[in-house]
């Protein structure tokens, strides 16, 4: 889903038929409120802020009305490896509702223990933040972060989203 606040973009990732959406917290930081798109929808729907991690870069939304559509199927990143196809979805740049296809380059913590990254090649851009990291079965292995400034096509997903 698309997310937006003021000039701020991002995407997210529903994660139940409650209407809870899954992203990254500094998708949302400093917004006082945020509005979310789905691909089929020209009205946008309320989100509510619901808890936030700026250690672990998440944050956890409700929709003001949870929507008729099956949430996002969970994976286990714990058989994931180092050369596995993968799809990021998000909106890059604004440009909405894109998938951008790679590998998984590699695994670790990045700096942070508490967090586990899958790294990979496939194009994670400004506004694809909160977006999810699919394998090829579909299901969601990890929830998009952006990848550090001038690092060419490198692109980092918080492992285990759910």
């Known amino acids: 889903m698309f997310l ?8 997210g990732v529903l994660i139940d038929n409650k209407g809870h959406v899954l992203t990254c ?5 400093g917004l006082k409120h945020v509005r979310a798109w789905f691909y ?6 309320r989100v509510k802020v619901i808890a936030r991690d700026h250690a672990v870069d998440l944050a956890l939304l409700k929709l003001e ?12 990143a714990t058989g994931v490896a180092m ?12 440009l909405p509702f894109t998938v951008t296809k790679g590998i ?24 694809n933040s909160g977006g999810p990291l699919y394998n090829s079965r579909g299901e969601v292995l990890g929830i998009n972060t952006m990848g550090p400034p ?3 096509n490198i692109g980092f997903s918080i492992m285990g989203p759910m």
């Open 104 to 127: 998984i380059s590699g695994l670790g913590s990045r700096g942070n223990m508490y967090v586990q990254y899958l790294q990979t090649d496939a194009s994670i851009t400004h506004g």
């Open 40 to 45: 089929d929808q020209s009205t946008p729907v």
């Open 4 to 11: 937006r606040g003021g000039n701020v973009y991002g995407a």
């Open 150 to 152: 001038n690092a060419g």
């Open 25 to 29: 917290d500094h998708v949302i930081d």
């Open 83 to 94: 050369g596995d196809e993968v799809f990021a979805m998000g909106h890059p740049l604004g």
């Open 65 to 76: 009305m949870p929507p008729a559509r099956a949430p996002a199927t969970p994976g286990s």
